[in-house]
């Protein structure tokens, strides 16, 4: 059985494509069966990410009805597979709803799981994928207005059917992550499934069109990612992952999951 979990925030770059690719390369480089796929119509950039900005089939054509899902999806780092958007904006628009439900449908039979990139915010484009999901994953930066941020974004994907699982806290720094996250818990109501660190290597690789987790796989984003990709797939992180040194985001990871598994 597949499990679709979709990538959202209220406010847009906070990292949603990033976790996007990052978490579905190393879930496919744990053996899982992943697709990743670009909901964010409008900034398009999870194939631009990592060079496949010229492919002939994107998401597009198919919601479009002018495609099989089947010709969209690409061979990505890692194993990953990878349905990436079109950069206009008109086909997906007028398209029905319910036609990516359909499209999910043929798409995700042979997947463990599917990982989709919403867009940021309030629009018609950003519910569908919020209402496909199994579980919502809200994606915040470590600030007090991502509270309220992730909040309008909960409400909306309960509104439409989605379940929101948790939030993760990218960029985190060790000033910041300890003070968000206990408040994220207490008045979102929202578990922190993970945080991320504030790291360089994230850009460095994204400027070389390669996921970080395979650019630099010992850098505290990389091993971070693992962790909360490890903790996606309920595979255990001691075993499978490699550990981080004792970082403030090692300490954070113990408070927020003791007791939790
Ligand atoms: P979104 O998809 O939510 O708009 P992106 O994933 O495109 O956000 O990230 C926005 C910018 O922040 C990009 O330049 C990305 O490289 C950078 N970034 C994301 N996560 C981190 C991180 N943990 N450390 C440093 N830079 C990051
Ligand atoms: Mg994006």
Do not use: W
């Amino acid at each position: 059985m597949v499990r679709v979990f979709t990538f959202a925030s209220g406010k847009g770059g906070t990292g949603k494509t990033t976790m996007t690719i990052n978490l579905g390369t190393s879930l496919a480089k744990f053996g899982k069966r992943t697709c990743i796929m670009d909901a964010d119509i409008g900034m398009a950039n999870l194939g631009l990410s990592i060079g496949l900005e010229d492919v002939p089939v994107t998401l597009h054509e198919v919601l479009a009805g002018k495609a099989s899902i089947h010709d969209a999806v690409y061979e990505g780092p890692g194993g990953v597979q990878v349905v990436p958007s079109g950069i206009s904006l008109q086909g997906f628009q007028q398209s029905d709803p319910e036609r990516l439900r359909d499209v999910l449908k043929d798409l995700t039979e042979r997947l463990d799981f599917l990982l989709i990139d919403a867009p940021a915010g309030i629009s018609r484009d950003g519910v569908v994928p919020l209402a496909v999901a199994d579980d919502v994953i809200l994606v915040v930066n470590p600030e007090l207005s991502a509270i309220v941020d992730a909040m309008k974004t909960k409400i909306l994907a309960e509104v439409v059917g989605g379940h929101v699982r948790g939030a993760i806290i990218n960029r985190a720094t060790a000033e910041s992550a300890g003070t968000v996250s206990q408040k994220m818990e207490k008045v979102l109501g929202a578990r922190v499934i993970g945080l991320v660190p504030e790291d360089q290597n994230v850009k460095k690789a994204a400027s070389a069109k390669v996921p970080v987790v395979i650019k630099y796989p010992t850098s505290g984003s990389s091993v971070a990612i693992r962790r909360i990709a490890a903790g996606l797939a309920g595979i255990s992180y001691d075993k499978e992952v490699m550990e981080p040194k004792d970082s403030f985001i090692d300490r954070f990871t113990k408070v927020i999951f003791r007791g939790k598994r």
